[in-house]
């Protein structure tokens, strides 16, 4: 199993596919709160034949380091991880995706590195809030998350399909995680969207009813973007109806111009 090291943090990944991001466009897939890059096997055997696909654990969770300092974890860090993982591949641009939290660190390191995307895909995520009382909310919720963890440890997860594939060694690095990387410091993100300049899939399922709303948004703004609702899918949308959602994604990727 690989390892990227951030400064002594240890970040697990895994490489599928062509070694060589010449041999096909490089997908970096980053997985949602709680989950682990388990979540996303289905794609990785639908794609990895075509794409050099990259998938990693993030800080606090899975195979990845659980560091006992908060500072550690941050959006800023976790942005600078997934650089790290593209210049550790040689990928100097790659299609950046995500669900829920992975989709919203996949904006905010569009946001940040605008040069390293060929092309986006949003799963079941949002970008964020504009309103401070909004975000104050959610940043609540996020915290209440970290305090049950602390309090009862991993039982204190939810049994959502995406949670229930995971493997964690601990629920202090998930809490952490929750205060630093869950819970969002500003709008920077929602501000970002309208700058956007690459073809961008939106996608959610038709179940997901917390996302509806943030997937329309985030649709009109960016100005490639093209939305897929898919039937009878929830949160993990890709686990729900993995057919479908390949489908998906496959259509869109078909459509990206030649590297």
């Known amino acids: 199993m690989a390892k990227l090291d951030r400064d002594g943090v240890k970040i697990h990944y895994?490489?599928?596919?062509?070694?060589?991001?010449?041999?096909?466009?490089?997908?970096?897939?980053?997985?949602?709160?709680?989950?682990?890059?388990?979540?996303?096997?289905?794609?990785?055997?639908?794609?990895?034949?075509?794409?050099?696909?990259?998938?990693?654990?993030?800080?606090?969770?899975?195979?990845?380091?659980?560091?006992a300092d908060q500072s550690l974890y941050s959006e800023a860090l976790t942005v600078g991880d997934m650089?790290?993982?593209?210049?550790?591949?040689?990928?100097?641009?790659?299609?950046?995706?995500?669900?829920?939290?992975?989709?919203?660190?996949?904006l905010a390191f569009t946001a940040s590195h605008p040069e390293r995307v060929s092309a986006l895909m949003l799963f079941d995520t949002g970008p964020g809030f504009k309103k401070d009382e909004a975000r104050a909310k959610w940043n609540e919720t996020a915290r209440q998350r970290a305090v049950n963890l602390e309090?009862?440890?991993?039982?204190?997860?939810?049994?959502?399909?995406?949670?229930?594939?995971?493997?964690?060694?601990?629920?202090?690095?998930?809490?952490?995680?929750?205060r630093g990387m869950l819970a969002q410091e500003n709008d920077r993100v929602i501000q970002s969207l309208d700058k956007v300049s690459v073809p961008t899939l939106v996608?959610?399922?038709?179940?997901?009813?917390?996302?509806?709303?943030?997937?329309?948004?985030?649709?009109?703004?960016?100005?490639?973007?093209?939305?897929?609702?898919?039937?009878?899918?929830?949160?993990a949308a890709n686990l729900h109806q993995p057919a479908l959602f390949n489908q998906a994604v496959e259509a869109f990727l078909a459509r990206l111009p030649a590297a």
């Not at 991001?21 to 490089?26: A, D, L, Y």
């Not at 550790?88 to 996949?106: C, D, F, T």
């Not at 009862?152 to 809490?175: F, Q, Y």
Request: glycine share 10%; proline share 2%; charged share 20%.
């Open 203 to 235: 996608l959610v399922g038709a179940n997901d009813t917390n996302f509806l709303a943030a997937t329309d948004y985030m649709a009109a703004k960016i100005k490639q973007a093209i939305k897929v609702v898919v039937a009878d899918a929830g949160h």
């Open 14 to 67: 895994e490489v599928h596919g062509p070694t060589n991001s010449k041999e096909g466009p490089t997908l970096l897939l980053s997985h949602g709160y709680s989950s682990t890059a388990r979540m996303w096997d289905g794609q990785i055997a639908a794609l990895k034949d075509r794409y050099q696909v990259i998938v990693w654990d993030m800080r606090g969770h899975g195979e990845s380091d659980y560091p």
């Open 151 to 178: 309090a009862k440890g991993l039982t204190a997860l939810n049994s959502s399909d995406e949670v229930k594939l995971t493997r964690h060694r601990d629920a202090l690095g998930l809490a952490r995680a929750a």
């Open 83 to 106: 650089k790290a993982l593209l210049d550790q591949v040689g990928a100097r641009k790659a299609i950046i995706a995500g669900l829920s939290l992975g989709g919203y660190m996949s």
